[in-house]
């Protein structure tokens, strides 16, 4: 695979192919909470974005997307990150591909506090710093860069969905950075 692309590549499931192998095993996903830093690495900024969600709400969210057959895992991070982002937000992927937490999403919304209606899922988080010009693509309406403050506070809060405001806490809470 090119590491460049944001194009789906062939092997891509069928809707029903999908909708039966959601029903029969857990999918894999990778989770990035976009970041800016300072010269030391501290976090300035969160970048989040605002999309529809699958249960036809509106919320905003951070990146998230399956891993393909075939896909590496750091493969699959930047091919969403260019994909929500756009070519030009230069993520600068980790040298480990060792995620901050890995998180389950369930139907049941009350299981884990991680909910998709889809489907049981399991993603691989991490924090990713973004150096260049981000514009959201794809099905994103909006991408904004928020303090962490902002992220976390009350309005911000209660726009993210599917428990993403515990993930961008936990991410805060990984790279040293206090929640306000």
Do not use: N
């Not at 095993?25 to 690495?41: F, I, K, N, Q, S």
């Not at 999309?51 to 895992?73: H, K």
């Not at 040298?95 to 993603?123: L, S």
């Amino acid at each position: 695979m090119t590491t460049g692309t944001t194009e789906a590549r062939p092997g891509w499931l069928e809707p029903d192919q999908l909708d039966d192998a959601r029903d029969r095993v857990p999918m894999v996903y990778v989770e990035a909470v976009p970041v800016r830093v300072d010269h030391l690495g501290r976090i300035e900024r969160i970048g989040l974005l605002l999309r529809p969600q699958p249960d036809g709400t509106i919320s905003r969210a951070i990146v998230s997307g399956r891993v393909l057959l075939g896909e590496t895992v750091r493969e699959a991070l930047w091919r969403h990150l260019t994909k929500d982002l756009g070519p030009d937000a230069e993520p600068q992927l980790p040298t480990g591909v060792a995620p901050f937490t890995v998180v389950e999403y369930f139907p049941d919304p009350e299981r884990t506090g991680f909910h998709d209606p889809r489907q049981h899922a399991v993603a691989l988080c991490f924090v990713v710093p973004v150096d260049g010009t981000c514009a959201p693509s794809q099905d994103a309406l909006e991408f904004s860069w928020l303090t962490p403050a902002e992220a976390l506070g009350h309005g911000v809060v209660s726009e993210l969905s599917a428990g993403h405001d515990r993930l961008v806490r936990r991410a805060l809470a990984h790279c040293g950075t206090a929640a306000p």
